[in-house]
């Protein structure tokens, strides 16, 4: 009696045709262990709920120009010094206008706005352009003396080279403006005076990006208008030493020949006296320019 009831209750055999789990590869989980699963699922991963970092602020906050000129007569009259925005027989080549991220970088911006307006006790108007590398950069701006720039007096410390947060933009075309701190080469006795502020600058030429100036240099502008102008400073021709000059300078420099480093200092100077003939802040009331940049 007890067998027959023990076998009225007993499942039914399995076939050998029928399988209790539809997927061998899978095993079957607990009640419990769904349960956990399925809530684990439902919430938001630490990935997807975290906010990305808003992008840089490109907002252009100041405009400035400047005016590019050659003077023909520079080498030959050389009692023009550094004042060469008196050069006589000027040939005036056109204007860059430029948009500053003063919200970025207000301290890089400021000292650039009082080197074009003149308002720290020097100014960039009369300086030469110093550098031309084709299809990358031309650079401006260097302290020295003549036909380069005099030591500004009133300029605060520029505490933004140092800070991470002011390299967060690349040089990624034509008309970048930057501020010159990797491809600044100046000499050793200038940089140990007590009023020397760092105000060199370039400008990128194009036509690509430039990704070996980024994490260097201070991105704090672009140019707004003049980028044909920017195309034909790129053009000017340039002091190009040979071969066999790079080979002996890079022998003269490995065994400390301080020579070396003062003849470099002509490479990829242009043939032709460029410099900054005026500069200035401009006042704009309705801007027609997009306030930001890319």
Sequence with gaps: MGCTTAAAFSPPPLHLHQNPNPNPNLRLLPRRSLVLLSTALSLPSPLSSATAPPPPDTTVTDRVFMDFSVCPSYFVNRTLGDELSLCEDSEPLGRLV????????PITVSNFKAMCTGSCGSSYKGTLVQKILPGEFFMAG????KGEVKPPSKLARNTETVDS??????????????LCLSENDDDDDIKLDPNYHNVEFLITTGPGPCPQLDNRNIVFGAVLDGLDLVTSIASIPTYKPGERIRQYNDFAEFIGDGRAKTARAIWNKPLKTLYISDCGELKVAKPTLSPSLP
């Design 98 to 105: 430029i948009g500053l991220y003063g919200n970025l970088v």
């Design 142 to 145: 260097r302290q020295g003396h």
């Design 165 to 178: 947060k002011a390299f967060k933009l690349g040089h990624t075309r034509s008309g970048i403006v930057s």
